[in-house]
């Protein structure tokens, strides 16, 4: 038999409990959306800020004075091309639900064209450096990785613009080209944030060779980097997982008969 004290518990919740019911009842996809989507902006402004901060009082600073200088810009610009803006580019769509389609096309477009831009300026800054200074191109891991990044990246937004702004494909191939081209996209920035830490990873071991401070040593550039690396890793992990979970789409269809679906039915042999 229940006592009557537990009675008494289950007719009037702890205000623990009540707390917890309010915080469940306030977590709709939309506030879990919005949530993700502050802390990427927060981790954004924060690798750009960490990044600075040791570029600024742990290596040479910005500037075209030197080529030391000058290749300071590389993870600088990779970081807010490859990573910031790319991420943002990618999530247009779930963020500015109210736009019309053909005005979201637009702004995906720009990010990522900037995006592009920015990265391309970043990867002449360490070619350029490299080339003053006689040190050998394109034998690391990291440049390996960069390259095939990059070159991912240039063509997929050369194809979108082709087949989804101009001249535009037919529908039906447009239709059949979208997933492959959010395929790439979502593959890319992993892609990319992987080039980035790899990046970070190689110059922390060249930077950081002063016996007391080395890389093992742990000394405040170390954490600087450490902690940026963090920062694009979880950055990416969010854009990923906004991305992908079907509840944020623009327009949620949650059934087997959505066009695509029909669509990719229609395609099989089955
Ligand atoms: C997605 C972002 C990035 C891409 C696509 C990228 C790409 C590249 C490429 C293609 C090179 C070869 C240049 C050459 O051989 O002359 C390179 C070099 C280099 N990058 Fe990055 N990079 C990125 C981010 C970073 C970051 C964040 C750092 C951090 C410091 C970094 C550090 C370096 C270093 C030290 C080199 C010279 C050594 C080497 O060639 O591996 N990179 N990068």
């Not at 990291?142 to 979108?160: E, K, N, P, R």
């Not at 492959?180 to 060249?206: C, P, R």
Request: a positive charge; glycine letters at 6%; aromatic letters at 12%.
């Amino acid at each position: 038999m229940a006592s009557p004290s537990s009675d008494d518990e289950s007719d009037h919740p702890t205000s623990g409990q009540q707390f917890g019911a309010a915080l469940v009842a306030g977590l709709s996809q939309d506030n879990i959306f919005y949530l993700a989507y502050v802390c990427i902006q927060v981790l954004g402004i924060c690798m750009i800020t960490l990044c600075s901060v040791w570029t600024h009082h742990h290596l040479s600073g910005y500037s075209l004075a030197t080529p030391e200088q000058v290749f300071n810009y590389h993870p600088l610009l990779m970081t807010i091309g490859m990573i910031v803006l790319n991420g943002n580019g990618i999530l247009i769509y779930r963020i500015s639900r109210w736009l019309r389609f053909q005005r979201q096309k637009l702004i995906h477009f720009s990010i990522q064209l900037s995006a592009l831009t920015v990265s391309a300026v970043g990867l002449y800054a360490v070619f350029h450096y490299h080339n003053v200074r006689q040190i050998p191109n394109m034998y690391s891991l990291h440049s390996w990785l960069g390259i095939t990044a990059i070159a991912g990246f240039t063509v997929s937004l050369l194809t979108a613009f082709l087949a989804f702004l101009y001249p535009g494909f037919h529908p039906v191939y447009r239709r059949l080209i979208l997933p492959f081209h959010i395929f790439n996209g979502t593959a890319n920035i992993v892609l990319s944030a992987s080039v980035a830490i790899t990046g970070l990873t190689e110059k922390a071991l060249f930077s950081l060779q002063t016996p007391g401070a080395k890389y093992s040593d742990l000394p405040a550039p170390a954490m600087l980097i450490n902690f940026m690396a963090i920062s694009i890793a979880v950055f990416t992990v969010l854009v990923v997982w906004l991305v992908t979970k079907p509840e944020f789409r623009r327009r949620y269809i949650p059934s087997v008969n959505a066009p695509q679906y029909k669509l990719r039915r229609e395609q099989t042999i089955e």
